[in-house]
């Protein structure tokens, strides 16, 4: 069953549409990646599935209803975690939990095992009576979870989950989501890292300009470049390198440096390895390593965007 | 109404938490207690006076310092001169009065010498017992002329006059002005700390903006309206116990008493109370950040108050600055105050209580319209 049903939504500000007649649908237990660089509309459309926002055109439902019309049955069973912390510092673990759990009804002993089964689920049980201007940064995301999965919502949002956190608590987090799903939870994620989304999505889309470009497995998605390639070269320094002679060489579409890595994406069909290598040789370039790679997200992402995920 | 009430309980919990809101909320007292402090007197009304007797061997001098000893209120007590200027400075003695070597006979002659009443509290100390001083020389006086120089007709006269055969009756009357002032200065320092409490408990909205809260709280199940409602109730609840515990302490532990009866109080100021929650969300509405309504509160309201005589009393200020205190709330709640003071019954003053409120539906009114311009729920407010 669709969990969710997105038709022609579109949200304008000014003349400026951040969401263009958007369409999308997310099933019944999927962890759905949501992929776009800042400013692509991914902000914009999870406010307006939260009800944050009201869209200038289209049409959301949440199972099967018109959110719009429903907005709070759909607020009961979404649970939001949005990118900012939005958790009270000067309230304790367990006080955060219970406020927010609260406004979804609960009340008595009832309340007291949703917060201490979301404490305990982001590995805080020990931590409740805390406050969390004593936290981590991975402690305060992981509250910022809790409190937004004690209601046990159908539909939790998570929106850039694992910003600035420790790879530990990345970790954690990641895990966290894959039991969630396992619990029944339909999970709609938006993240920076492409690894995160290529480990734990089964459906990614892609968004582009207030549109969905591409959306499937990551296979689905990998597949849809075949005409492409990516070579990574490690050198020993980049100094001296010269970018443009390297993009002037035939099948050439792209050339990025990522520290001592160049990595170069070019056509499949055309076999122009030895004329990069050549090239750097008479950059001075002192070659380490050449390999050449499968197309990955980030290379369906650049392909289809022309940019990178993080710009 | 559950979602409102959970609310509230988690407004009033956060807003006292921090003991410098509770500070706020109790400054009132504290504005009272000052306000006490300067413009009256708090309880007890005796005046305390100290004497230099230094003509003590006449009778007719003793009976002048026996006299002042015997007005109401007034408390004698017998010091040096060297003793005196200190104790008045001090604080010890309101006023003292020094009875030369002389004076007795002075008297008898008809021709009394200086008294000199020492103070530094000034006539609305010193000019009752001066009045009430100088009405007696003035009688000694008239009987000494009527005796012309016959020591034994003035011992007679004077000997029936001191034994009360001359009556001489005295109707007291309440003197309110004091009280008047108090309570009237005592109000305006309640009025300002009421307006500046309503903004800092309004705040508590782009507070929760501020720390992304509120977005949190918009994707739950409650609305914008409802989280609003919830703050402006926890504002009236705070309003209402805030008047309520300053007048108790106005009445009962300052004993003022305004010559208002306390419910007619009450009710204004909880009207003009709800005016000032309104002008808080106005100026929630109108900024961004708390930065921003603190800036605008310190705009707003301390210049409003000075206007409205809340911090000086109006009679001091030129007439151009009296009028620009009528076109502020503020004014005619303390000009209520000032009508049921005089005597005017509560009824009478239907237009200040309805002007109270057209300044609450006004504030009311643009906030909410700034509100809903906005159709943007994460910035409702």
């Not at chain 2, 006076?49 to 209120?73: K, N, S, T």
Request: net charge neutral; glycine share 8%; with cysteine.
């Amino acid at each position: 069953m669709n969990i969710i049903e997105i038709g022609g939504l579109t949200k304008k500000f000014g003349d400026f549409a951040a969401v263009d007649n958007m369409s999308l649908t997310l099933k019944e237990g999927e962890i759905f990646g949501f992929l776009g660089a800042n400013g692509a509309g991914k902000s914009t459309t999870i406010s307006m599935i939260a009800s944050l926002l009201r869209p200038t055109k289209g049409e959301i439902k949440f199972l099967g209803k018109n959110i719009a019309k429903n907005a709070h049955f759909a607020k009961m069973n979404i649970g939001m975690v949005p990118q900012d912390l939005a958790i009270y510092e000067d309230m304790s673990a367990y006080e955060n939990v219970r406020f927010f759990a609260g406004l979804y009804g609960f009340r008595g002993g009832e309340l007291k095992a949703r917060v201490e089964e979301a404490l305990s689920f982001v590995g805080l049980g020990d931590k409740q009576k805390e406050l969390p201007k004593n936290f981590s940064g991975g402690m305060k995301r992981r509250l910022n979870i809790a409190c937004a999965i004690a209601h046990r919502p159908k539909l939790i949002i998570m929106d850039e989950p694992t910003v600035g956190i420790d790879p530990h608590s990345r970790n954690y987090i990641l895990q966290s989501v894959k039991e969630l799903n396992r619990m029944g939870c339909t999970i709609l994620y938006t993240s920076h890292y492409m690894e995160e989304v290529e480990e734990i999505c089964t459906r990614i889309a892609i968004v582009d300009h207030g549109k969905i470009i591409a959306d499937g497995t990551k296979e689905q998605l990998k597949a849809i470049i075949t005409d492409s390639k990516e070579i990574w070269i490690d050198v020993k320094s980049v100094e001296g390198l010269n970018q443009e002679q390297l993009k002037e060489i035939r099948g050439v579409l792209s050339v990025r440096i990522e520290e001592q890595r160049i990595k170069i994406q070019s056509r499949a069909e055309i076999g122009n390895l030895n004329d990069i290598v050549q090239q750097l040789i008479r950059d001075g370039m002192e070659i380490r390593a050449v390999e050449e790679q499968a197309p990955n997200l980030e290379t369906v992402f650049l392909t289809l965007t022309g940019r990178n995920l993080r710009d | 109404m559950k979602t409102i009430l959970w609310l509230m309980a988690h407004t009033l919990r956060n807003t006292f938490r921090k003991r410098s809101n509770i500070i706020l909320f109790l400054l009132p007292v504290a504005g009272v207690m000052l306000s006490a402090g300067l413009y009256g007197q708090t309880g007890g009304t005796g005046l305390s006076i100290g004497i230099v007797q230094q003509d003590g061997a006449d009778a007719v001098g003793r009976d002048v310092a026996a006299f002042v000893g015997a007005l109401d209120g007034v408390k004698l007590t017998d010091t040096s001169d060297a003793d005196l200027r200190d104790r008045i400075a001090a604080g010890k003695l309101d006023a003292g009065i020094v009875i030369p070597p002389g004076f007795g006979e002075s008297l008898k002659a008809g021709k009394p010498m200086q008294l000199e009443l020492l103070s530094v509290k000034g006539a609305q100390v010193t000019a009752y017992v001066q009045a009430m001083l100088d009405g007696y020389l003035n009688n000694v006086a008239s009987i000494a002329a009527q005796a012309k120089g016959d020591e034994a007709r003035f011992e007679q006269i004077y000997g029936e006059y001191t034994k009360g055969s001359f009556k001489v009756s005295r109707e007291q009357l309440t003197d309110a002005s004091n009280v008047k002032d108090t309570t009237y200065q005592s109000l305006g320092f309640l009025v300002a700390f009421m307006m500046f409490s309503a903004v800092n408990m309004s705040e508590m909205i782009l507070r929760e903006k501020e720390n992304r809260t509120f977005l949190r709280l918009l994707s739950s199940p409650v609305t914008a309206k409802s989280y609003v409602a919830a703050n402006v109730a926890v504002n009236v609840v705070a309003m209402v116990f805030q008047t309520a515990l300053t007048l108790c302490f106005m009445r009962y532990v300052l004993d003022i008493d305004s010559g208002v009866p306390i419910m007619q109080l009450a009710f204004s100021l909880v009207l003009f109370g709800i005016g000032a929650i309104a002008l808080s969300l106005l100026i929630v509405s109108l900024s961004k950040s708390r930065g921003q309504s603190s800036a605008l509160q310190n705009l707003i309201i301390t210049p409003t108050c000075l206007l409205a005589g809340c911090y000086f009393p109006m009679e001091i200020m030129p007439d151009a600055i009296r009028k620009i205190g009528a076109f502020l709330p503020q004014h005619w709640l303390l000009d209520t105050v000032n009508r049921l003071q005089q005597g005017d019954s509560f009824g009478s003053l239907y237009m200040n209580l309805l002007i109270l409120a057209a300044f609450a539906a006004a504030f009311a009114a643009i906030a909410i319209f700034r509100f809903s311009r906005n159709n943007d729920t994460r910035t409702f407010v």
